[in-house]
């Protein structure tokens, strides 16, 4: 017998007790420091003279065979992959990459204008390809940008015929908009299955518009509000995003309570997340105003124990934590974080083909193309479907890597040179603040 290698242990912050979990069997359990004392003694010197609690950890799978682990493994592997070929698929499709905005933080800058712009043709096409290439997957779509929800009366004719040709697909389509134009687009969304609506609200107006404004400068708050509560009597779900570094995470707990005043909160039509503003094309131009995932982490622990009522606005995920402590149980082992050409593809007007919304743009990137011909670059597709924990050599050896999942490609990709690399999660760290946060007993 020993100590699986899927064990994940640590102390919990701000507490005597300590954690263990294991992703691979689906267990996890608060030990108190004597056990946990007796329990490192055993992962360090392969010594614990308690029979009762080495049969506690044998019951639950920390203490295991190992030829019974790598069954078990084999077993949960084969499951993953079946679920994932018949898990939803999410298809991007960017109608343009311009916007009337000029956010401080923005990344596509660095893009150069792509030639062209959308017809009805481009969009007819995109729906033959997904129809034909995706037959009898689930599916679904979500325009994205650029701002794809531009004022104009040739998007508003183009959004149109996107939404005819979803329905006539019977496909459900999403938005990631920054909500300056709900107003003037609510009568084109009604006329659609729209699933939700992503909208950026960076803090309350003060803080808001001193990032996203408009390329004259105005603010935008006022007006996105306006669109949010139009989405809400619509019965239009909102997914409202906060993007955070350090310049606005102060202005969080008094956002949390803007939204809770509005009853947004209570309404079932809406949800909210919460995006770290990080470097993943290229340098911010203010790189010390970024927190690292696990520094945003510590910072939103904190303000959530001063300003509990934060999280009836949003509740950290802490990894798998919040998971845990709203299902009373652990998710299924997580073999494969990125969805790139798995569950996830992006398609531009321009009729590229991309992995995901992290690569769509970037020429170097393009997979293929789906207009005026089809046509694909299989090796690249193959890098990108062939990544999972059991091909990235940095994971295999990893006691994380069933929560982690390897990260996101496209960083691995950037910071290391190679999309079967590895975008390490601090999922021991993360635990130890999510266990804290919603295991008080």
């Keep these: 017998m020993y100590f699986s290698k899927h064990n994940i242990f640590s102390k919990i912050k701000d507490s005597e007790n300590y954690f263990i979990v294991n992703s691979l069997t689906g267990n996890a359990d608060i030990l108190s420091p004597s056990d946990a004392e007796k329990v490192n003694d055993l992962r360090n010197h392969g010594v614990l003279d308690d029979p009762a609690l080495i049969g506690d950890l044998m019951e639950k799978g920390y203490l295991t065979d190992e030829a019974e682990e790598r069954k078990l493994y084999r077993s949960k592997y084969l499951d993953f992959l079946d679920n994932r070929d018949e898990d939803e698929i999410q298809l991007f499709f960017v109608p343009n990459y311009s916007c009337n905005f000029a956010c401080s933080y923005c990344y596509q800058d660095e893009y150069a204008p792509a030639k062209g712009w959308l017809t009805s043709e481009i ?46 697909a019977c496909l459900e389509v999403c938005f990631v908009t920054n909500g300056y134009t709900l107003v003037e687009y609510m009568d084109i969304l009604k006329q659609g299955v729209i699933r939700e609506v992503q909208i950026t609200m960076d803090g309350t107006a003060l803080v808001h518009n001193a990032r996203r404004f408009l390329k004259g400068g105005s603010g935008t708050f006022d007006k996105i509000v306006e669109g949010v509560d139009n989405c809400l009597a619509n019965h239009i779900t909102v997914n409202l995003r906060m993007v955070i570094d350090r310049e606005n995470i102060e202005n969080l707990p008094e956002l949390a309570q803007f939204a809770i005043d509005k009853k947004w909160t209570s309404n079932t039509f809406f949800k909210t997340q919460i995006g770290r503003n990080y470097e993943l094309h290229h340098c911010q131009s203010s790189v010390d105003k970024l927190y690292s995932r696990i520094s945003l982490y510590e910072k939103l622990y904190e303000l959530t124990q001063s300003y509990p009522h934060i999280l009836e606005f949003y509740k950290p995920a802490y990894s798998i934590s919040k998971f845990l402590a709203e299902n ?19 398609f531009d007007y321009t009729g590229k083909i991309y992995s995901c919304t992290a690569t769509v743009g970037k020429a170097d990137e393009s997979l293929g193309t789906f207009y005026p011909h089809v046509s694909t670059t299989l090796e690249m597709i193959s890098q990108w479907e062939s990544r999972d924990v059991t091909t990235i050599p940095e994971c295999k050896t990893c006691s994380v890597q069933l929560a982690c999942g390897g990260g996101c490609g496209s960083v691995a990709k950037n910071k290391n040179g190679s999309v079967c690399s590895p975008d390490c999660r601090p999922v021991t760290e993360l635990l130890e603040l999510g266990f804290a946060a919603y295991f008080k007993e």
């Design 328 to 346: 009373g149980s652990l998710p299924d082992p997580l073999f494969d974080s990125c969805p790139a050409c798995k569950t996830e593809w992006a």
């Design 123 to 168: 969009i007819d096409s995109f729906f033959d390809y997904i129809q034909q290439e995706f037959a009898g997957r689930r599916k679904y779509i979500t325009v994205f940008g650029g701002e794809p929800l531009l004022n104009s009366p040739g998007q508003k004719e183009n959004i149109t015929h996107l939404i005819k040709k979803a329905n006539a």
